[in-house]
């Protein structure tokens, strides 16, 4: 579970020779803290996200560089490869299975008017299976 902002561009989609989509971007997710003599410490961590399918063609529809999501996944390191005669060790990936995305959005923009209410969109490419569940 991760909570951050896609920096520092758009999602790229593209799509494999059979026709899945597959969209890759990069998220940013940050915290502070002090440390032990009471200064501010600000970190940034970036991770590498990758999704497939239905979920992939969403993410690069509706996510700019700068949107803010919740999202759900797992990680999955590449394997190593050689390249040059040296042995790459790839960094690990997050593949996205949900999303929530926690931008504001304009609603009705009619007479003139700019609101905004809280966007709060949950996404996934899982199946709902609770259609039998008792409560």
Not at 33 to 48: L, M, P, T, V
Not at 52 to 76: A, F
Not at 96 to 115: A, I, R, V
Request: net charge negative.
């Amino acid at each position: 579970m991760l909570i951050g902002n896609v920096q520092p561009n758009d999602p790229e989609l593209k799509y494999t020779p059979n026709g899945t989509a597959v969209c890759k971007f990069k998220l940013v997710t940050s915290e502070t803290y002090k440390d032990s003599e009471g200064k501010q410490i600000d970190r940034a961590e970036w991770h590498r996200i990758v999704v497939w399918g239905k979920l992939g063609e969403t993410c690069s529809t509706y996510l700019k560089k700068g949107s803010r999501i919740y999202l759900e996944g797992r990680i999955r390191t590449p394997d190593t490869y050689e390249k040059d005669g040296k042995t790459i060790y790839p960094s690990a990936e997050i593949i996205m299975d949900s999303l929530l995305m926690l931008d504001s959005k304009p609603s009705d923009q009619s007479n003139g008017k700019k609101e905004t209410s809280t966007a709060a969109e949950n996404v996934s490419d899982k199946t709902n299976d609770s259609d039998d569940l008792p409560f």
